[in-house]
DNA sequence: GACCAATCGTTGTCGACGTCAATGGTTGTC
DNA sequence: GACAACCATTGACGTCGACAACGATTGGTC
């Protein structure tokens, strides 16, 4: 076993919140706190959902993100998902292993390793499109499409300015 | 060092995310994901706040729950907060220790230890009160009032229906 | 042309966290 | 009075994020 775990590691079991409760009032007044907790849950739910399949919701990330570039040196990776270098590492390791992605050396920077998308790794990003969507309907079931579009218009306002 | 950490550790960096980036299409398009980025970045904001005063966010949310029940035995605190019974006892010591709460034999039950609000433990909420509105404020920055008050709308009624 | 700071990928470490199994003490039940 | 169920607690294990340090490589500077 390697060092940064691997890609076939199960999901824990998430462990649901009673928000329907009077006492919430004082808990979950904060947008903040419930941020927290919705996120915690999203990242159970997507890791159970992505589980089957073998990768993890920082794998997922990655390789959507590949798929938008083209090819990008692993520091790129690193700024642009926000997580540490020697967390790509590890990730990179786990979706070569699966031949989802390769590694190939920059022409004109021996340093720098470029990361390109795989053919497989584009099959598996067609593949597992629905069970993300599904994810997504399972979080927002209780909203119409309407407000469903209002939330994420709302995040995206809130992440892009979510930085320094 | 027992074995649960204590109140003291650190706050890890935030990591800032580029999301204002057009590859952001094919990654921030899930709602989920954009719950979960911004999850993560609200509790290293909450846990930075949290910091000067020694506590992290497991510990505020236990307190802010019991603020509003006046005693509840641990079990209640697993159930109610969503943390396994093993890590309620971590975060009881710890409060225990500052003096911010008190386990009391439960009458009926010697099982049970109830855990109440001490005096210096409602002081302590009423003095970070503020500074938990600085972080919400920090995260909705970029939000109206009107907005603020949408999205915390909008995530109540996501997480009421968030269980099993 | 040789130092030298900066950069890149990598490894190892540490603390926080979630989960689970096992235990001692206690309760209620048959 | 035996026995299953419950409660708080402890311990173990694995994941995860942040960080320091290192070898290899680059680019700038004298």
Redesign the pocket.
Known sequence: ?T????PT?QA????PVDADEPWMRGLHADTGYLLYRLG?RSG?LF?AALQESGL???HYALLRYLATVEGA????L?ERL?????????L??DLERLHLVE?RP?P???????VVLAEAGRTYLRDTDEASHRVTDELTGPLSEEERETLHALLLRVAQTDRG
Do not use: E, K
């Open positions: 076993m060092a940064h775990g691997t590691d824990p079991h998430p462990r915690l159970q890791n993890r919701l920082r040196p692993q520091r790129d690193s926000g997580y540490d270098p020697s967390a790509i590492v590890g990179v390791d590694r920059a004109a920077d021996r340093r720098r390793r470029i």
